[in-house]
Structure formats: structure tokens, C-alpha cells
């Protein structure tokens, strides 16, 4: 196994971020002790048949979900993240984050590059006209599209613009991840239990393109030999093991 790597002697990094990566922040993961898909049924809450048939149902899961995080701060960890693009990105070197996650810690820790592969909590759209909005109100209160109210239809509900359980994810976003990855040279996988597709299986186009492969993951992974390095330990200290130079070249 290779050494943990420091951020510093690569050009195009990319942070590869799941559930775990805001553990910390007090946000819970979908899988393992206390994962949200442990209480509520995903079939029911997070997809677009249980959203045709019971909007307000999901929409009760949803606004659950916007209180909860709306009270959690960003950790060290994304702190680092956004650390490392402010002081490392320049004319030739790139820091991207590439997130599976649905809250906005990344950015709002300062992270401006980010690719949000499921969506975003924040962000609504209307699946019958045009509608789009980002609204950080926790719990979100009007649940109508207003542009469907004022053509006189009353009846139709703002979605949440998140990837749901059989949605396809953004093609816009692909064609981004694929730019990221491919031209990557240190990949950092971050709390995720690799198991959902198409996004657990992106990190091997880093891979392909020769980048070195770090996971950071208490736990093994169904992908975890694909890695070339395995950081055993939570987001925070790994990164701080990672980034830790950074105060090095401030001092
Ligand atoms: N630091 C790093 N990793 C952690 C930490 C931590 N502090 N705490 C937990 N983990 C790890 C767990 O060991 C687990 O492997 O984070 C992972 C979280 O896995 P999941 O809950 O499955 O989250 P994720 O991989 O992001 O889920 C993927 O599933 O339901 C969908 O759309 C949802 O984006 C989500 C997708």
C-alpha cells in the first residue's frame, strides 16, 4: 500500500464525497447504524411513483430532512476541501468536488467547484412547466408551483431537484464528472459505501487515466481494491492528514 498521500504534489484533485463525508456534521447516512433508508422506506419517500401518488407524504420527508440539516454546520473536513481549492487551484492545477450528497456543505464551507451528482435539497423544479427555484426555507411551506397556479392549475407540487430512486442523473453533470476524472491525478474517495450506480463505479475513470486512488472509509467497501491507498478513519482526520500541509506553507 502506498503512503497517505499529501495534497500538495498533485495538479487535479478530485474529492469524491459521499454521506460519511458529513457524518460529522451531525447529517446521517442512508446505510449502517442509524442511515435514514433504516427508518423510512425509500419507496415511499424518494422516488417519483411515491411522489405522484403521495406528494405531501414526500414532501413531509423532505421538509424532515431540509429542518435536520438546515441546523448542521460543515466540519473540518469540508473546511479542508474548500482550503485546498482556494490555495492550491491555479492557472494549471484543479481541485473539483465531485459529491453525492444533498445538503450544500460543500459549499457552504467555501467550495466552489462541485458537482452535485444527486441534486440538491435546496433546489426545486416543477415536473409540469419550466419552474425552477433554490429556497433554503426549513420546513418549506408553499408546496405549490406558483407558475402552474397562475396558468390555473392549482393542483401541481414543486419536486425537490434531487436524483430519486430511478431518476437519471443530469447529463450536464456526466459530461463535467467525466472531464474531472479523466484528467485527475489524485482521486480521494470520501464516506461512501460505494453501492449505488452509476456514481460508485466513477472513480475508475481515475483510475484508468493513472491517478492514485484514496479511500477514507472506516469500513471496507465493495470497491475498496480498486484503491491504491485505504485511510481507515473518519473524514476529518483523514483530510487533516492529507491537507495538514497546508499550514506548513502558510507559516
Ligand atoms: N468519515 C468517513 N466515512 C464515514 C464516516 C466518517 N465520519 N461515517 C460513516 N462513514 C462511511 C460509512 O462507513 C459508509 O460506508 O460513509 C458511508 C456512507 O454510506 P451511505 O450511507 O450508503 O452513503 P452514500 O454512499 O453517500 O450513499 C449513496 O445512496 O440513497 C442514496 O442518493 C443517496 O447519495 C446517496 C447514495
Not at 433508508?37 to 431540509?66: G, I, L, M, S, T
Not at 474548500?82 to 444533498?102: D, F, H, M, S, Y
Not at 426555507?137 to 434531487?162: M, T, W
Request: glycine share 8%.
Amino acid at each position: 500500500m502506498a503512503r497517505v498521500p499529501d495534497v500538495r504534489g498533485f495538479n487535479n484533485v478530485v474529492f469524491f464525497t459521499g454521506a460519511g463525508m458529513s457524518a460529522e456534521s451531525g447529517v446521517p447516512t442512508y446505510r449502517g447504524k442509524g442511515g435514514i433508508w433504516k427508518e423510512y422506506d425509500y419507496d415511499n419517500c424518494a422516488c417519483q411513483e411515491a411522489f405522484d401518488r403521495d406528494p405531501e407524504y414526500v414532501w413531509e420527508f423532505h421538509n424532515y430532512r431540509r429542518e435536520l440539516v438546515s441546523k448542521c454546520q460543515p466540519n473540518d473536513g469540508h473546511r479542508w476541501i474548500a482550503r485546498c481549492e482556494r490555495e492550491l487551484a491555479g492557472p494549471n492545477k484543479r481541485v473539483t468536488v465531485i459529491t453525492q450528497n444533498i445538503d450544500g456543505l460543500h459549499q457552504a464551507a467555501g467550495s466552489e467547484t462541485v458537482i452535485e451528482l444527486h441534486g440538491s435539497l435546496w433546489k426545486l423544479r416543477c415536473c409540469v412547466c419550466d419552474w425552477r427555484a433554490e429556497d433554503l426555507s426549513a420546513p418549506l411551506r408553499e408546496l405549490r408551483c406558483p407558475q402552474c397556479e397562475e396558468a390555473g392549475r392549482a393542483d401541481v407540487y414543486k419536486r425537490p431537484d434531487i436524483v430519486w430512486f430511478g431518476d437519471s442523473l443530469a447529463n450536464s453533470n456526466l459530461v463535467a464528472v467525466q472531464e474531472a476524472l479523466t484528467r485527475c491525478d489524485l482521486l480521494i474517495s470520501i464516506g461512501t459505501s460505494a453501492v449505488v450506480y452509476p456514481a460508485a463505479q466513477m472513480p475508475l475513470i481515475a483510475k484508468r487515466g493513472g491517478a492514485l486512488l484514496v479511500e477514507v472509509n472506516p469500513e471496507e467497501t465493495p470497491l475498496s481494491d480498486i484503491y491504491d491507498v485505504a485511510i481507515r478513519g473518519t473524514a476529518t482526520k483523514a483530510l487533516a492528514a492529507m491537507c495538514g500541509g497546508l499550514d506548513e506553507a502558510a507559516s
